[in-house]
Structures are given as structure tokens and as C-alpha cells.
């Protein structure tokens, strides 16, 4: 077999590549027909499916105000009652939660995510997190977390939140620079965004960790070190560093295309992304994973490292995704739907994909990039194939060593999405010829954009407004 593997060459000389590529990740998937979903899902839910560690995301579509850069936003929280979807979300909960399946194999990690958890009440919360706890089999040390805003994530709820049994908090900041929150619509200053986090933290009840986002419009060197300096300082146990990820739907890509809003240049980011890390090693904070650092033993980041595994999850609420081994889905975006669905007695399911097989190797090449080291011998049997291209990545200084077993550089991680695509495409033909050749001609049947369900998106990556 020959391989064309010239076009993923990176540069020796500069920057390594001129933008950093989408994944793309392969499902070997088709839709379920329409008038098959609901019979097909009554059926996946007699039998037991044990072999996968297993998750559960919850996603809760409110916000109080539309971030200029998040592209998750849904529904506007004025607007809507919040009461009415907690009591649909217990029903989707409960709904088939003493099937075979669901109680077939224990969860190690609930995400609650959206949208904006904590625009629920604190009776809403402590509800639908002792729901959660009561009726399904969380492992006795599983991973609760719940996304929260700065604003209005009153004192009542975090109470409730950890009576109910929450244990991480994760609180979307991006800056704490008040001018670039401004310019993000972001309604707390940097004071306040401080003030929250410290009285959070020095609760030591639980897991307190925050995302920082480099690449933001006005955002300089000097900003970026003050971020670093006062996550080094505040009562946390965890910190997200992520590059802007600029989407066209959003209210700051019209700034930008519209040439009202300059943002820093690829180049710009790595160096943001080199300083990030030296900065936190300096610190004495530990990498868990490409984008996350922890700084205490009580930080895991252990929903999004499984799903990057490869790991199933449950889906509940109004445009949730999850995975269950071959099948993926998507819960209703449109609320009247959801709530449609539910008063019928139904999973409010709007897509559901049965793919062709397990792509085992798949996960192990997302785990291991995501994590910063890749087996090629474990994820196939011809890893020769790649070898000249593993020899290129090396001399231009994205892997460590020129070997089939090699781990990421600084530069290697930043431009993970890259390498990750490229290996993608090239094992999928070694691995999966028959499956390439599919690819090949109908693109859209084997594959879906990992942001296309909420569930794998926080573990994404939603944000919530603050």
C-alpha cells in the first residue's frame, strides 16, 4: 500500500502549518430512517452493554446574555421557564432509566453543560443532580460537574449543588481582563470574576477549575501573563487554556469579517499557547491533557479525557448528544419538540446514526493525542507505513522522538487537531480501506463534526455566559 503523505508534511522553517485544521472525527455512520428511530432506541435498551467505560451529560439550553464568541447559545433565559424544563428533564431522565442498558455498567462521570447550568434555581439543581444519583449507578468516586457563570451563581445554589452531591465546579472566566469581557459581553468584572472564584475555592467542599481562552480581539502578552498570574494565585485546583475557536455563527466572526475587530494571528497564539505552558510548569501544575493542567490530587478532568477515549455517555435535555458503542444521537434542539416527545412517552430523539463497527484504534489515537503520547503498534498492525511522515513531524519539532511509540512536543500539542487529522485520514485507509473508500465518495456517511452534539461539545466545549 503507498500512502500520500507529502500533503501533511509540516514546515521545517517557521510556522509548521498556515491554520490549525478541524477534526473531523470518523463514525462509520448512517441515519436511522425516521420511522425506525423510536423502535430501534426500545430495542438498544433490552440488551446490556458493559465493555466501555461510561459517562452521562446533561445540557441545560438557557442563558442570560450571548457571548460574542460562543456559538452554543440557544435560548434567551427571560424567555422561557425553567421550572417547565426541569420537570421534561426528570421525565427524559426517568424515562427509561430501569432499562437493561442503562443500568448495565457503571457511570464514572456526570457534565452538566449548555447553555448555563446554574441558570437553573437551587431547588431545580439539587433535584435533577439527586435524580441522577438515586436512579442510575454512578460510581462511588464519579466526577459531578457543574458549569457555571459569575453572575447570579448565588451562594443557594452552590449549596445545593454540593448537598445534592456535585463535586466540581467549572467556571467558564476566558479573561479576567474587564475591557476584553466587556468587548465579549460579559457582564462581571474582573474584581467580581476574582471575588466569585475565592469564596468558591476557599469553600474546599470540592473541585474548582476555570477556562482561560487565548486568542481573544485586544488581547496582548502583558494580559495574557496577568490571566496566568492570578489563576497561580486563586484557591483553584484546575485551569482549561484553549485558543479562540472562531465560529461563523457568532456575533464576534461578523466583527471580524466586518473588519471592526483584529484578533492575534496563528503565530500569535502559539506563543500565547508556549507561554501558558512554561508558565504552569513554573508553577509546579501537572498536564493532564493537551488543553487542561491541574494543580491539585483532586483534579481529574475525567469526563473529557474519557469521552477523547472513546468512552460511551448518556444524553439528556434539549440538544444533548451522546454515544452508546456503534450508535450515536442527538436529543431535540427545539424545545416545543422536546417537550412534544416526552408528553408522547418518547425519547425526544431528533437524529440517531447506526455506525458499521467499533473503530477501536480510533479512540486510542484520540486518547493518545489528546494525552500526548501515541502507540502506533497498538493502533495498527502496518505502522511502518507511517514511518516517513513520523520522521518529518520530528525534524520539524512537533513529536519528541522518531519512533512508531512518540510523544508531543510544546509546538506538537498546539497543533494536535492537525496531526490528529492527518493520522486519521492515513489509518483509516490502512486500517479501514473499505470504509476509505466510502469516505471517499459519500464524505457526509462516515462522518460527523465533533461539535454537533452538546455532549461531546463540553466535554467541549461549551462555555457559559457570565
Same mark, same amino acid.
Given at each position: 500500500?503507498?500512502?500520500?503523505?507529502?500533503?501533511?508534511?509540516?514546515?521545517?522553517?517557521?510556522?509548521?502549518?498556515?491554520?490549525?485544521?478541524?477534526?473531523?472525527?470518523?463514525?462509520?455512520?448512517?441515519?436511522?430512517?425516521?420511522?425506525?428511530?423510536?423502535?430501534?432506541?426500545?430495542?438498544?435498551?433490552?440488551?446490556?452493554?458493559?465493555?466501555?467505560?461510561?459517562?452521562?451529560?446533561?445540557?441545560?439550553?438557557?442563558?442570560?446574555?450571548?457571548?460574542?464568541?460562543?456559538?452554543?447559545?440557544? +435560548?434567551?433565559?427571560?424567555?422561557?421557564?425553567?421550572?417547565?424544563?426541569?420537570?421534561?428533564?426528570?421525565?427524559?431522565?426517568?424515562? +427509561?432509566?430501569?432499562?437493561?442498558?442503562?443500568?448495565?455498567?457503571?457511570?464514572?462521570?456526570?457534565?452538566?453543560?449548555?447553555?448555563?447550568?446554574?441558570?437553573?434555581?437551587?431547588?431545580?439543581?439539587?433535584?435533577?443532580?439527586?435524580?441522577?444519583?438515586?436512579?442510575?449507578?454512578?460510581?462511588?468516586?464519579?466526577?459531578?460537574?457543574?458549569?457555571?457563570?459569575?453572575?447570579?451563581? =448565588?451562594?443557594?445554589?452552590?449549596?445545593?449543588?454540593?448537598?445534592?452531591?456535585?463535586?466540581?465546579?467549572?467556571?467558564?472566566?476566558?479573561?479576567?481582563?474587564?475591557?476584553?469581557?466587556?468587548?465579549?459581553?460579559?457582564?462581571?468584572?474582573?474584581?467580581?470574576?476574582?471575588?466569585?472564584?475565592? &469564596?468558591?475555592?476557599?469553600?474546599? &467542599?470540592?473541585?474548582?477549575?476555570?477556562?482561560?481562552?487565548?486568542?481573544?480581539?485586544?488581547? =496582548?502578552?502583558? =494580559?495574557?501573563?496577568?490571566?496566568?498570574?492570578?489563576?497561580?494565585?486563586?484557591?483553584?485546583?484546575?485551569?482549561?487554556?484553549?485558543?479562540?475557536?472562531?465560529?461563523?455563527?457568532?456575533?464576534?466572526?461578523?466583527?471580524?469579517?466586518?473588519?471592526?475587530?483584529?484578533?492575534?494571528?496563528?503565530?500569535?497564539?502559539?506563543?500565547?499557547?508556549?507561554?501558558?505552558?512554561?508558565?504552569?510548569?513554573?508553577?509546579?501544575?501537572?498536564?493532564?491533557?493537551?488543553?487542561?493542567?491541574?494543580?491539585?490530587?483532586?483534579?481529574?478532568?475525567?469526563?473529557?479525557?474519557?469521552?477523547?477515549?472513546?468512552?460511551?455517555?448518556?444524553?439528556?435535555?434539549?440538544?444533548?448528544?451522546?454515544?452508546?458503542?456503534?450508535?450515536?444521537?442527538?436529543?431535540?434542539?427545539?424545545?416545543?419538540?422536546?417537550?412534544?416527545?416526552?408528553?408522547?412517552?418518547?425519547?425526544?430523539?431528533?437524529?440517531?446514526?447506526?455506525?458499521?463497527?467499533?473503530?477501536?484504534?480510533?479512540?486510542?489515537?484520540?486518547?493518545?493525542?489528546?494525552?500526548?503520547?501515541?502507540?502506533? +503498534?497498538?493502533?495498527?498492525?502496518?505502522?511502518?507505513?507511517?514511518?516517513?511522515?513520523?520522521?518529518?513531524?520530528?525534524?520539524?519539532?512537533?513529536?519528541?522522538?522518531?519512533?512508531?511509540?512518540?510523544?508531543?512536543?510544546?509546538?506538537?500539542?498546539?497543533?494536535?487537531?492537525?496531526?490528529?487529522?492527518?493520522?486519521?485520514?492515513?489509518?483509516?485507509?490502512?486500517?479501514?480501506?473499505?470504509?476509505?473508500?466510502?469516505?471517499?465518495?459519500?464524505?457526509?456517511?462516515?462522518?460527523?463534526?465533533?461539535?454537533?452534539?452538546?455532549?461531546?461539545?463540553?466535554?467541549?466545549?461549551?462555555?457559559?455566559?457570565?
Amino acid at each position: 500500500m503507498k500512502l500520500e503523505l507529502e500533503s501533511f508534511y509540516a514546515k521545517l522553517d517557521g510556522t509548521p502549518f498556515t491554520e490549525r485544521w478541524a477534526v473531523m472525527p470518523f463514525r462509520g455512520a448512517m441515519p436511522v430512517g425516521a420511522d425506525k428511530i423510536n423502535d430501534t432506541w426500545q430495542q438498544l435498551h433490552q440488551h446490556a452493554i458493559t465493555k466501555n467505560k461510561r459517562l452521562l451529560y446533561v445540557h441545560i439550553p438557557f442563558c442570560a446574555t450571548h457571548c460574542s464568541f460562543c456559538g452554543f447559545y440557544q +435560548n434567551p433565559l427571560h424567555k422561557h421557564d425553567t421550572e417547565r424544563y426541569t420537570q421534561y428533564l426528570l421525565q427524559d431522565i426517568l424515562l +427509561n432509566a430501569d432499562s437493561v442498558l442503562y443500568q448495565s455498567a457503571p457511570i464514572h462521570a456526570v457534565y452538566f453543560g449548555g447553555g448555563t447550568p446554574s441558570a437553573l434555581t437551587a431547588d431545580q439543581l439539587h433535584r435533577i443532580i439527586t435524580t441522577l444519583r438515586k436512579h442510575y449507578p454512578l460510581t462511588p468516586d464519579c466526577e459531578i460537574t457543574i458549569e457555571g457563570r459569575v453572575l447570579n451563581f =448565588t451562594d443557594e445554589k452552590i449549596d445545593a449543588c454540593l448537598e445534592a452531591g456535585a463535586n466540581r465546579f467549572s467556571i467558564g472566566v476566558q479573561t479576567f481582563d474587564t475591557a476584553i469581557r466587556k468587548r465579549l459581553a460579559r457582564t462581571s468584572d474582573k474584581q467580581q470574576t476574582i471575588n466569585f472564584i475565592e &469564596k468558591l475555592g476557599l469553600r474546599d &467542599k470540592a473541585t474548582v477549575v476555570c477556562d482561560l481562552i487565548f486568542g481573544l480581539p485586544e488581547q =496582548t502578552v502583558a =494580559t495574557w501573563q496577568e490571566d496566568l498570574a492570578i489563576v497561580r494565585d486563586l484557591p483553584l485546583d484546575g485551569v482549561d487554556l484553549y485558543a479562540l475557536n472562531l465560529l461563523p455563527t457568532t456575533p464576534l466572526f461578523k466583527s471580524v469579517e466586518n473588519n471592526r475587530v483584529t484578533l492575534p494571528t496563528v503565530t500569535d497564539n502559539y506563543q500565547f499557547y508556549q507561554m501558558g505552558v512554561d508558565t504552569l510548569t513554573d508553577y509546579g501544575w501537572h498536564q493532564l491533557s493537551n488543553s487542561h493542567w491541574g494543580k491539585t490530587t483532586r483534579e481529574r478532568n475525567l469526563y473529557n479525557i474519557l469521552i477523547k477515549q472513546g468512552a460511551d455517555y448518556l444524553a439528556f435535555g434539549s440538544c444533548a448528544g451522546g454515544k452508546l458503542q456503534d450508535k450515536s444521537f442527538m436529543v431535540q434542539r427545539n424545545l416545543d419538540h422536546y417537550y412534544a416527545n416526552l408528553d408522547q412517552g418518547k425519547k425526544p430523539l431528533a437524529m440517531l446514526l447506526q455506525g458499521n463497527k467499533q473503530l477501536k484504534w480510533l479512540h486510542l489515537l484520540q486518547g493518545g493525542i489528546e494525552c500526548g503520547c501515541v502507540d502506533l +503498534n497498538a493502533i495498527t498492525s502496518q505502522p511502518e507505513l507511517l514511518a516517513p511522515l513520523i520522521n518529518q513531524w520530528y525534524q520539524a519539532g512537533l513529536i519528541c522522538e522518531d519512533k512508531l511509540c512518540f510523544r508531543l512536543t510544546t509546538q506538537g500539542r498546539f497543533w494536535a487537531s492537525n496531526l490528529l487529522s492527518a493520522l486519521q485520514k492515513l489509518l483509516l485507509q490502512i486500517n479501514e480501506p473499505q470504509l476509505a473508500q466510502i469516505a471517499t465518495k459519500h464524505p457526509h456517511a462516515v462522518m460527523m463534526k465533533a461539535d454537533s452534539a452538546a455532549g461531546l461539545a463540553r466535554a467541549k466545549h461549551s462555555h457559559a455566559a457570565q
